[in-house]
């Protein structure tokens, strides 16, 4: 089967299994808010890489191991640079100093939005790609074409993640932790369009005070949270489109086993943090990996399951880094 998107079977599969876990993690699981165990966390960040692994023996079933390496590759690097993401959340909340009893629904309704947006996003850029091939858009206008096939956007996203490799190497997010998450965008849109309460009213975005229906604090961390979101796939949208620039079924289903596992993987990492403080050089290493993968796309094909060996091996050796030689953070200084 050349292309997956066209297997209504596995579409199906897909949709109904994310639908079927979304419902039982804030419907059944989650219905009442409450502070979430390390082991609870643990627990579901064993379901949701159980059931992507699951999800990609069928892929190897239905369309082969290209196919199968192509979707793990995809899944891993999204899951690393995800990790990235979570210390933006831990600073977010921090910084709204947002009740630990209420972050999962937070994360969870962030989550949607990111559905939502990574869908448009992947399917737009699969188009988009398609379209920019240098030969196609030379014999649009009647010229030969060159021997080498380039494609423009792949170009322009290789060399964006080549610089954004070396600009994060030795990163530790300095000018996020002196951020006034008050005045980011998602912020001010909300404050724009509602009044916003000084207090939490539970786990509710809405609150009424004086016979006045306000926003609370909380409906101002989604935002933020789903802005951050939208600012991260910058990264991590370009990095999966070097593995499978055709083929958005592969892209999509990888890019979201990968998020929806983002919510416990916070609760089970948020305490242990500093364990993988030497991260942000694997993924240095594999934001500048996958740029050249793409540069060099036209004259060199490297193959997925080279790139998945790298992107996991790289990741395997930061993590034992971390715990080997951690960063631990220094203890605050009363004031």
């Known amino acids: 089967m050349d292309n997956l998107i066209y297997h209504p079977g596995l579409i199906t599969f897909f949709g109904v299994l994310v639908l079927i876990m979304l419902l039982l993690d804030l419907g059944v699981f989650n219905k009442k808010s409450h502070v979430i165990s390390n082991k609870e966390a643990m627990w579901w960040s064993i379901a949701w890489i ?4 699951a999800f990609s023996g069928a892929i190897y079933y239905f369309a082969g191991f290209e ?4 979707y793990q590759s995809a899944y891993w690097i999204e899951k690393a640079l995800s990790v990235d993401n979570l ?7 921090s910084f709204f100093r ?4 209420v972050q999962h629904k937070v994360l969870f309704w962030g989550i949607l939005g990111a559905l939502f947006f990574r869908a448009i996003f992947i399917f737009a850029g699969v188009a988009l790609i ?3 091939y240098l030969n196609k858009i030379l014999s649009y206008f009647g010229r030969e074409g060159f021997k080498y096939d380039i494609n423009i956007v792949l170009f322009l996203f290789g060399i964006f993640l080549l610089y954004a490799g070396f600009k994060s190497w030795g990163g530790h997010g300095d000018d996020d932790e002196d951020k006034d998450y008050s005045q980011s965008p998602g912020a001010r849109l909300i404050h724009r369009f509602f009044k916003v309460s000084k207090n939490f009213d539970g786990d509710k975005f809405f ?10 604090p909380l409906l101002v961390v989604v935002t933020v949270i789903e802005f951050s ?3 991260f796939a910058v990264d991590s949208i370009p990095a999966i489109f070097a593995i499978a620039p055709d083929d958005p079924f592969i892209l999509y289903t990888s890019n979201i086993f990968a998020i929806l596992g983002l919510r416990s993987l916070y609760f089970l990492l948020a305490n242990f943090m500093y364990m993988f403080s030497r991260l942000t050089y694997g993924l240095a290493i594999i934001l500048a990996f996958i740029g050249l993968k793409m540069v060099v796309s036209p004259f060199y094909h490297i193959e997925s399951s080279h790139s998945l060996m790298v992107v996991v091996g790289v990741l395997i050796g930061s993590v034992a880094a971390s715990i080997m030689f951690p960063i631990k953070p220094e ?4 004031k």
């Open 130 to 132: 398609e379209a920019t």
């Open 229 to 231: 979101d939208l600012l």
């Open 67 to 70: 196919k199968f390496t192509q």
């Open 98 to 101: 947002v009740p630990r009893e």
């Open 331 to 334: 203890p605050e200084t009363k």
């Open 87 to 93: 210390f933006v959340f831990i600073l977010v909340f």
């Open 50 to 53: 159980g059931l992507s692994m």
């Open 207 to 216: 609150t009424v005070q004086n016979g006045v229906k306000m926003a609370t």
